[in-house]
């Protein structure tokens, strides 16, 4: 594995320029440079995604001047950091109750028949001695409210299947997952998970103390909701806007890590997802 690092580093080094900053190359760098091209690939094909991440740390350091032993060390102490981000709290939407979800009922004038009495002859059909013309001697009409259809729109949800309920709320939330060494970082972070005071805005104090170059979003999932009570029973009590660490877990006992796969090869940002 040494000697594999020692090749991919070299590699890395070789597209140092597109970085234009004169800076060490950071995590998400080095992995898309690794897994775009088919020379590089090539080394990391029986690796799973997890042995390949930690091998873009293991490089990354190596680039900061540590020996392999001593990157293999630091790489094998990565800690991941769940940031949980609350999007919105709003009203839940419960499916109506009146039309059973389907924006419909029964049109109430015609029972549901599509007709009802001809206005001109009371539904006998007749008018005098000759078939009621407007009905065709039939007694029935096409139902004004529902238009024959048997069926108009739910007034109580206007047609859409769904209200909003008066009380239950949920929270829409998304989670990231990034990637960490850096000891002082860490403890920073996990001043911020035991503290909820100072539990916010994650991204400006990650900003604000310094990402040393191997922070880095290892995974995100797309915006997720659940009752308000469950989250807050979960997570905490927290307001729309507010970014927040939950947990902190050795990479190698993170339940997630065998569930990631790499995206966006030829881009420097995040660079997995799940």
Not at 33 to 55: C, F, M, N, Q, W
Not at 135 to 145: E, I, L, P, S
Not at 202 to 220: N, R
Request: hydrophobic share 30%.
């Amino acid at each position: 594995m040494e000697r594999i690092a020692e090749v991919l580093k070299n590699w890395v080094q070789i597209h140092l320029r597109e970085l234009k900053t004169g800076k060490s190359p950071h995590v998400s760098f080095i992995t898309s440079r690794i897994i775009s091209h088919p020379t590089s690939y090539g080394l990391l094909k029986d690796l799973s995604v997890a042995e390949i991440i930690k091998l873009s740390y293991v490089v990354f350091f190596m680039f900061e001047g540590d020996d392999y032993n001593t990157a293999k060390s630091k790489a094998d102490q990565m800690q991941i950091i769940e940031v949980v981000e609350v999007g919105d709290i709003k009203y839940k939407v419960m499916e109506c109750d009146e039309c059973y979800g389907d924006g419909t009922v029964e049109c109430q004038q015609c029972d549901g028949e599509g007709e009802i009495d001809c206005y001109e002859c009371g539904g006998t059909g007749e008018s005098g001695e000759d078939d009621c013309e407007y009905c065709n001697g039939t007694g029935k009409v096409t139902c004004d409210d529902c238009e024959g259809n048997k069926d108009t729109y739910c007034e109580y949800c206007d047609g859409d299947g769904e209200v909003e309920s008066s009380y239950d709320e949920v929270v829409e939330f998304s989670t990231t997952y990034w990637g960490i060494y850096e000891p002082r970082f860490v403890s920073v972070m996990k001043e911020k998970k035991d503290n909820p005071k100072i539990n916010t805005d994650f991204y400006s104090d990650a900003d604000s103390e310094g990402t040393f170059g191997d922070l880095t979003i290892i995974a995100s999932q797309s915006t997720d909701e659940m009752d308000r009570e469950d989250f807050e029973r979960i997570y905490g009590n927290y307001e729309v806007g507010d970014s927040f660490v939950h947990e902190i877990t050795p990479f190698d006992k993170w339940s997630l890590k065998d569930k990631v796969f790499i995206r966006g090869a030829g881009s420097p940002n995040a660079m997995t997802r799940l």
